[in-house]
């Protein structure tokens, strides 16, 4: 058995449940026990953790919609970096870069991918291994450009998440 605490769809805290360990958990629920409520308040959950409120104070800035959107603006950039690549040409980049770091290490290791491209290509082994360690540099540096960037900015929001008295004003300026 664990234990669930339920929210509403204002991210108030409203129940808790004991459940079986394959039960279903609801969306609206998480494992984190909410803190003693004191008289004349309530916790309202963050995204990230519980803030105890006044009872009936303003609704809280939604963090778990912002966290969301900060994560799917993320995704969409990362799938920028590639889009002009079709998924399948895609699906073929971790088999490239395998083959191009094992040449690298040693010439004669088998390379049955690069091999077939770079003689459709008319070029040698060598510079498809060139080709594709470019390119996994170029996608390794703007991916985790974008990374560090989403990760700065849930870091900011989980900060303001944390911190009872915030406001629209504050998660508004949290953006890319």
Do not use: C, H
């Not at 129940?15 to 394959?22: H, K, M, N, T």
């Not at 990374?147 to 890319?176: C, Y």
Request: no cysteine.
């Amino acid at each position: 058995m664990r234990t669930i605490y339920l929210f509403d769809d204002r991210y108030r805290y409203y129940a808790s449940v004991d459940i079986g360990p394959r039960a279903w958990r609801p969306k609206q629920s998480v494992l984190t026990p909410p803190p003693e409520i004191p008289a004349g308040s309530e916790a309202v959950w963050r995204g990230v953790g519980w803030a105890i409120v006044p009872s009936g104070a303003v609704d809280p800035p939604d963090f778990v919609a912002a966290e969301a959107a900060i994560r799917s603006e993320g995704a969409r950039r990362l799938e920028a970096l590639a889009g002009s690549y079709s998924p399948p040409e895609r699906e073929t980049w971790a088999t490239q870069q395998r083959e191009a770091r094992a040449w690298l290490a040693d010439p004669q290791a088998a390379t049955p991918m690069l091999s077939a491209i770079a003689g459709g290509r008319e070029i040698t082994v060598e510079e498809i291994v060139g080709k594709v360690m470019e390119n996994v540099a170029i996608f390794e540096s703007a991916s985790g450009e974008i990374l560090g960037a989403q990760q700065a900015l849930l870091v900011s929001l989980w900060t303001v998440a944390a911190d009872p008295e915030s406001t629209m004003k504050q998660l508004a300026a949290i953006n890319w």
